[in-house]
């Protein structure tokens, strides 16, 4: 390799340097990254016709983290417009519902969306501006206070992790989902006889037992947060 073509081998990290120079200027993030890609693609020989064909392939391409992207927004708004109190509201308005058994439903509609290949959203457009702050409101219609900062904090926990559970364990009841195709190829691969029905069916049953399980687990903290009350009360 001679000197000129080392030079124009160097050349194409330019982008590298608009980018992190146009985060030290504090530039427009979206304008600096399509810029830079544009520079290295131009002093790489690709023509403009040719880089917006890439562009616009690698954007379709990327689409879902693009819509992923757009709901954070719509969920902010959504707040701003009162969607979180008005759920809240809701739940104050049901007596003698409790935390556990709100999450336990929770639950159910989070494996029976899977079964239908329903994506309700996960933590950041669901279950943190919606399911979160129904269950305080539960807890607190449970407890008939305020929860303290401990208590907020366990119920964050138990709100992630229900959705966790619903997800991990009823991801595959829907023949179609990507984790039944993967299991149903490395089979293929190595050689077994693979049946996408019954993986699907198998993982119905694992659902069906986590569901069991996992209300269990609800109503136990149900009976936790009970004693506490009643603790409460002799205390008073």
């Known amino acids: 390799m ?11 990290l330019i982008g590298i340097a608009i980018i992190v120079v146009g985060f030290i200027f504090k530039f427009d993030t979206i304008a600096t990254v399509v810029l830079a890609g544009l520079v290295t693609a131009l002093v790489s020989g690709v023509s403009l016709v040719e880089f ?81 702050p129904m269950g305080e409101a539960a807890a607190e219609s449970q407890l008939g206070r305020k929860l303290t900062e401990v208590e907020d904090e366990t119920i964050k926990a138990r709100a992630a992790a229900n959705e966790n ?27 077994y006889e693979s049946n996408y029905a019954g993986i699907a069916s198998t993982s119905i049953i694992v659902a069906v037992i986590t569901l069991i399980v996992v209300g269990i687990y609800n109503y136990l903290f149900d009976k936790k947060l009970i004693s506490k009350k009643t603790r409460g009360g002799e205390q008073k």
């Open 2 to 12: 001679n000197i000129k073509e080392f030079d124009m081998e160097w050349i194409r």
């Open 52 to 132: 917006l064909e890439i562009l616009g392939k690698e954007f379709s391409n990327q689409r879902v983290l693009t819509i992923f992207m757009v709901t954070l927004p719509l969920v902010g708004l959504s707040e701003t417009f009162g969607l979180k109190q008005r759920s809240i509201d809701l739940i104050r308005k049901i007596k003698g519902l409790t935390v556990g058994n709100f999450y336990t439903v929770y639950f159910f509609i989070r494996e029976l969306a899977g079964f239908f290949s329903i994506r309700l959203g996960g933590h950041p457009q669901f279950v943190r501006p919606l399911v979160q």
């Open 165 to 191: 559970f619903g997800n991990f364990f009823a991801q595959n009841t829907f023949v179609g989902a990507g984790g039944v195709l993967l299991i149903g190829g490395t089979l293929d691969q190595l050689g």
